[in-house]
């Protein structure tokens, strides 16, 4: 993950308790700044760290783990 890739973002209850759109939802962002490892082991199942992302016309450091890339910059 690099600044420049589209990303999925999960938001909300991690449960998905309550109204999908309202309390939890799925949407697209774009990385756009750097990447803050929490932990050493960036390529195992659980990365953790923050990233900055533009998410709904604003820029916010985001939980990493509830990112997925789709579509990664060249």
């Known amino acids: ?14 449960s998905k ?3 999908e759109g309202v309390d939890w939802g799925v949407s697209a962002a ?3 700044g750097e990447i803050v ?3 050493d082991d960036v390529e195992g199942k659980h990365p953790c760290g923050d990233v900055e992302i533009m998410f ?3 820029r916010i450091d985001y939980n990493i783990g509830r990112l ?3 579509n990664a910059s060249r």
Do not use: F, P, Q, S
């Open 1 to 14: 993950m690099k600044a420049g890739d589209l990303v999925k973002v999960h938001w909300g209850d991690c």
């Open 17 to 19: 308790k309550g109204a």
């Open 30 to 32: 774009i990385v756009t």
């Open 37 to 39: 490892w929490w932990n």
């Open 56 to 58: 709904r016309g604003r």
């Open 68 to 70: 997925e890339v789709i």
